[in-house]
């Protein structure tokens, strides 16, 4: 049963346009979101992340919008650039009961063109 | 500089024949987890551990065994490697759940079974 689903499952954007990639989730009991980063030959790198008592985080070009009600989340890449094509998870965590096993999306691949 | 090694980063060996992929990590981070990536970008959890002498199997089933002997080291061990254990092997830790810390990823082992 997958527990985040992701989207899109590819990506082509522009160089200098807002790159969107959707999660949602199931488990009301997550509570906390990160987003990580991949680049080809690397493990995936934390890149920014988000609790549920707050319906944004900025962090420079990187922003997450959180929808409690909806159970949905999403990463914004605004000014997108070329450097940022990567792979792209969207993750939550339940931390109650002493654990804290992270459920990953499946992933969005991000090209940017010149 | 803290951070979290795997070795090999590739490794091509023949059908029937023991391996052992390396992780160490040098934030003293209590918790260790190990993923395989198929070719389709999404991250499984074969195997975690949440301290020294703990060890559990995730929620992919593999025919790998792990051990954590110290807090720092969490090798994976398959006795008798087949084909379908080609993949992409990522290591990853992470600090206690309070606080909800993300996961640092290592490089990674890229292993072809031939």
């Known amino acids: 049963q997958q527990q985040v689903k992701q989207s899109p499952q590819s990506l082509i954007v522009q160089k200098g346009g807002i790159s969107i990639i959707n999660c949602a989730y199931e488990?009301?009991?997550?509570?906390?979101f990160p987003w990580y980063q991949q680049f080809p030959g690397k493990g995936p790198a934390l890149l920014i992340a988000?609790?549920?008592?707050?319906s944004e985080k900025k962090e420079g070009r990187f922003t997450i919008s959180f929808n409690k009600s909806a159970k949905q989340f999403s990463l914004h890449i605004m000014d997108s650039q070329p450097g940022d094509s990567a792979t792209y998870f969207c993750?939550?965590?339940?931390?109650?009961?002493?654990?804290?096993?992270?459920?990953f999306g499946t992933g969005t691949k991000l090209q940017v063109i010149p | 500089e803290a951070d979290i090694y795997q070795t090999p980063r590739y490794l091509v060996i023949g059908t029937g024949k023991k391996i052992t992929l390396e992780c160490s990590q040098t934030?003293?981070?209590?918790?260790m987890y190990w993923y395989q990536q198929d070719p389709g970008m999404e991250l499984h959890l074969i195997h975690y551990?949440?301290?020294?002498?703990?060890?559990e199997k995730g929620d992919l089933s593999s025919e790998s065994t792990v051990s954590r002997i110290r807090t720092e080291h969490f090798p994976l061990t398959l006795e008798s490697a087949r084909p379908s254990h080609t993949s992409q092997y990522l290591c990853?830790?992470?600090?206690?759940?309070?606080?909800?810390?993300?996961?640092?990823f290592g490089s990674g082992t890229r292993l072809t079974v031939v």
């Open positions: 990853a830790s992470s600090a206690s759940y309070r606080g909800h810390y993300g996961y640092t």
């Open positions: 488990n009301t009991a997550f509570d906390y």
């Open positions: 988000i609790r549920p008592d707050v």
């Open positions: 993750a939550a965590s339940d931390g109650s009961g002493g654990y804290q096993k992270v459920t």
């Open positions: 934030m003293g981070h209590d918790k």
């Open positions: 551990s949440y301290g020294v002498n703990s060890t």
